[in-house]
């Protein structure tokens, strides 16, 4: 049974930071990874991904330079450090897998993904 379990939510003020956990359980062969977040009144946003299997990352133009995906295989984590937080930056954080499989081009989409977590709050004022 696979499982993923985001954490690390909060509440922050403009400039701060945080980073999200996403545990992942079950058992997986080579995945893709990736974290989304959803905002009041918006679409769904795919804001980077990880490829387990070669450490590949890829961030949306919208985050680049302050988000930071990474993993730790031992743990079965997956991050999301998150650095000069704006209210902008307000939404649900979720993580999703694509397994099996690997990343590709459509990363971004939600539909690509097959097993989601609870999604945590991340609120900036």
């Known amino acids: 049974h696979v499982q993923l379990v985001e954490s690390g939510g909060d509440s922050v003020e403009a400039g701060g930071s945080l980073r999200l956990s996403c545990v992942v359980s079950g058992y997986f062969s080579k995945r893709c990874m990736a974290w989304f977040r959803q905002a009041p009144g918006k679409e769904r946003e795919g804001v980077a991904r990880?490829?387990?299997?070669?450490?590949?990352?890829y961030y949306a133009d919208s985050v680049k330079g302050r988000f930071t995906i990474s993993q730790d295989n031992a743990k079965n984590t997956v991050y999301l450090q998150i650095s000069s937080l704006t209210p902008e930056d307000t939404a649900v954080y979720s993580c999703?897998?694509?397994?099996?499989?690997?990343?590709?081009?459509?990363?971004?989409?939600?539909?690509?993904?097959?097993?989601w977590g609870q999604g945590t709050q991340v609120t900036v004022s």
């Open positions: 999703a897998a694509r397994t099996p499989g690997s990343c590709d081009g459509l990363w971004s989409r939600p539909w690509r993904y097959n097993y």
């Open positions: 990880i490829a387990t299997g070669s450490g590949n990352t």
